[in-house]
C-alpha cells in the first residue's frame, strides 16, 4: 500500500532555532499534502495545506511565517518551524491523498522537542 | 460546517470483552468516513473505512457501519486483546471537504488481561 514518510521522526533543538521536517510520497505522487499538528492527548489539528507548485493554504491562527511549508516535488514537502520556542514542542504529522481515492495515508509523524 | 463527535475515553477493558466505541458526524453531501488508530509513539494508521450508506468496513476484527439514517460509524470489536490497546480516531473526508480530513478527538482504549 501507499507509504508516507516523515524525517526525522524525532528531533530536541534549543531555543531560537529552525527545525526542518520533511514528509515525502514513497510510492505515489502527492500535489496536496497536509500538515497536522498533535497536542498531546488532543485530536489532530490542521495547520495547512501544502501544494505543490504553489504556496501552502493555512489554517486561521496558524503563523504563516512561523511554520514555512515548501512542496517542492510531486514526492516532498516539507515544513519548518522558524524561531522554535517551547511552545512549539509537538507532534507533527503529514499526510498524503492516495492517487484517485480519498484515503489518506499519514506519515509516522515527527517529535519536536525544544529546550 | 462538518465535524466529527467521538465517544470520550479512556476506556479500560478487560481481554476478550466486547468493544463499542461511538461516533457521529455531521457533514454536507456524503463523506466517506474512517477509523484510523495510533498506537503508543507512533503515527496514525487506517484500520477500516466505508464511503457509502450502508457499507461496513472491517479489519483485524474490527468492524463499522456506514449508518446514514443515524449519521453513525460506531466501532466494534467482538474480543479485544492486549494488543487493541491504542487511540483510536474517527474521521470523515470526502469531496465537499477538499480532501482535507476532520478528525475526532480520539478514544483511548487500554485492555487488560
Known amino acids: 500500500g501507499a507509504v508516507v514518510s516523515q524525517h526525522p521522526s524525532r528531533v530536541i533543538c534549543k531555543s531560537g532555532t529552525s527545525v526542518k521536517i520533511e514528509c515525502r510520497s514513497l510510492?505515489?505522487?502527492?500535489?496536496?499534502m497536509f500538515w497536522y499538528r498533535q497536542f498531546p492527548k488532543k485530536s489532530l489539528m490542521l495547520m495547512a495545506t501544502?501544494?505543490?507548485?504553489?504556496?501552502?493554504?493555512?489554517e486561521q491562527g496558524v503563523e504563516k511565517d512561523k511554520f514555512l511549508i515548501n512542496h517542492a516535488s510531486l514526492t516532498l514537502s516539507t515544513l519548518t518551524v522558524t524561531s522554535a520556542h517551547p511552545e512549539d514542542s509537538s507532534f507533527y504529522i503529514c499526510?498524503?491523498?492516495?492517487?484517485?481515492?480519498?484515503?489518506?495515508?499519514f506519515g509516522p509523524g515527527t517529535r519536536l522537542t525544544v529546550l | 460546517g462538518d465535524s466529527v463527535t467521538q465517544m470520550e475515553g479512556p476506556v479500560t477493558l478487560s481481554e476478550e470483552a466486547f468493544l463499542t466505541i461511538n461516533c457521529t458526524y455531521t457533514a454536507t453531501g456524503y463523506p466517506s468516513l474512517f477509523w484510523y488508530v495510533q498506537y503508543p509513539g507512533e503515527g496514525l494508521q487506517l484500520l477500516l473505512k466505508a464511503t457509502k450508506a450502508d457499507d461496513k468496513g472491517s479489519n483485524k476484527g474490527f468492524e463499522a457501519t456506514y449508518r446514514k439514517e443515524t449519521t453513525s460509524f460506531h466501532l466494534e470489536k467482538g474480543s479485544v486483546q492486549v494488543s487493541d490497546s491504542a487511540v483510536y480516531f474517527c474521521a470523515l473526508s470526502g469531496k465537499n471537504t477538499g480532501n482535507q480530513f476532520y478528525f475526532g478527538t480520539g478514544t483511548s482504549l487500554t485492555v487488560i488481561p
Open positions: 510510492d505515489f505522487q502527492a500535489t496536496t
Open positions: 501544502s501544494n505543490e507548485g504553489s504556496k501552502a493554504t493555512y
Open positions: 499526510s498524503a491523498p492516495a492517487v484517485a481515492t480519498d484515503t489518506q495515508y
